[in-house]
T-cell receptor
Framework: GESVGLHLPTLSVQEGDNSIINCAYS??????FIWYKQESGKGPQFIID?????DKRQGQRVTVLLNKTVKHLSLQIAATQPGDSAVYFC????????????FGQGTRLTINP | DTEVTQTPKHLVMGMTNKKSLKCEQH?????MYWYKQKAKKPPELMFV???????INESVPSRFSPECPNSSLLNLHLHALQPEDSALYLC??????????????FGPGTRLTVL
């Protein structure tokens, strides 16, 4: 689901399936984007990043897609595992006196066995 | 190694107490950040230090006072907090202190409860 609104969107998938988490960002001047995974009681963990001059970047089991025309970012996780259950945040980087991140609202991903 | 450490892990304090949160990184990163995170919400930026100087203060109340004693350490001094200040306080660091584009790495956070 998209990370908008006041509630935390949720996404449930079966173990082994692929998942897609979407994010709408707000600032057309954003030049760098990061996806973080946050497990309960822990700090956000870096997953993958992408610069604004790219539209796709792949990591291990993860792919980030960037559509600057509609200001949309997505995270694809292949062959999901129970350990992928967490809250996923997108973050856009902007410069306002210093480099800073503005986070999306987050999506809770649950992997069903 | 991309480790940012924070102490304490948990902190309970009264509204008249003075306490400090500590953050440390030994990656040679030149920018350090404090965030506040409420339950089921994204992290909200509080302060940014670049090259040990305060670069951004996101209109944070003065009962929160940041300090960067050196390039590896970041403190957050707390005084006369309110119960609504209870949250997870996250520290992050980034390699470049200037305009370079690079990742912020987060610590595990300090869970603060104000009674």
């Amino acid at each position: 689901g998209e990370s908008v609104g006041l509630h935390l969107p949720t996404l449930s998938v079966q173990e082994g399936d692929n998942s897609i988490i979407n994010c709408a960002y707000s600032n057309s001047a954003s030049d760098y984007f990061i996806w973080y995974k946050q497990e309960s009681g822990k700090g956000p963990q870096f997953i993958i990043d992408i610069r604004s001059n790219m539209d796709k970047r792949q990591g291990q089991r993860v792919t980030v897609l960037l559509n600057k025309t509609v200001k949309h970012l997505s995270l694809q996780i292949a062959a999901t595992q129970p350990g992928d259950s967490a809250v996923y945040f997108c973050a856009e980087n902007i410069f306002q006196g210093a480099q800073k991140l503005v986070f999306g609202q987050g999506t809770r991903l649950t992997i069903n066995p | 190694d991309t480790e940012v450490t924070q102490t304490p892990k948990h902190l309970v304090m009264g509204m008249t107490n003075k306490k400090s949160l500590k953050c440390e990184q030994h990656m040679g990163h030149r920018a350090m950040y404090w965030y506040k995170q409420k339950a089921k919400k994204p992290p909200e930026l509080m302060f940014v230090y670049s090259y040990e100087k305060l670069s951004i203060n996101e209109s944070v109340p003065s009962r929160f006072s940041p300090e960067c004693p050196n390039s590896s350490l970041l403190n957050l001094h707390l005084h006369a907090l309110q119960p609504e200040d209870s949250a997870l306080y996250l520290c992050a660091s980034r390699e470049s202190g200037g305009t370079g584009l690079d990742t912020q790495y987060f610590g595990p956070g300090t869970r603060l409860t104000v009674l």
